[in-house]
């Protein structure tokens, strides 16, 4: 059982950055693999990022060069760093964890995931 907290969403405007943190609960966090998804209104939530528990990364396309994700261990957290935001990041991103050996990369990989924390990208 792990519990997951995001913190460091914001209003930004586009071209700026925010770093997103998830705190987790427990003593095995080094052997979760680490998700971010976010949730734009009206529409599905979608993949964003991924860390492996080998900190190995996966990104989607549409953030690829732009974000990127990192874990501390040490600290329980994983992070996502934002940068050259646009209006389209607009979104809930939510953190996600799981122990399974294999991830699709999936929302329904996922086996844990924190409340949210809402970027808003102004134009």
């Known amino acids: 059982q792990v519990e997951l907290v995001e913190s460091g969403g914001g209003l930004v405007q586009a071209g700026g950055s925010l770093r997103l943190s998830c705190a987790a609960s427990?003593?095995?966090?080094?052997?979760?693999?680490m998700g971010w998804f976010r949730q734009a209104p009206g529409k599905e939530r979608e993949f964003v990022a991924h860390?492996?528990?080998?900190?190995?990364?996966y990104y989607a396309d549409s953030v690829k060069g732009r974000f990127t994700i990192s874990r501390d261990n040490a600290k329980s957290t994983v992070n996502l760093q934002m940068n050259s935001l646009k209006p389209e990041d607009t979104a809930s991103y939510y953190c996600?964890?799981?122990?399974?050996?294999?991830?699709?990369?999936?929302?329904?990989?996922?086996?844990?995931w924190g409340q949210g924390t809402q970027v808003t990208v102004s134009s």
């Open positions: 427990g003593r095995t966090f080094s052997s979760y693999q």
């Open positions: 860390i492996t528990s080998g900190s190995r990364t």
């Open positions: 996600a964890a799981t122990l399974k050996t294999y991830v699709r990369l999936s929302r329904d990989d996922y086996d844990y």
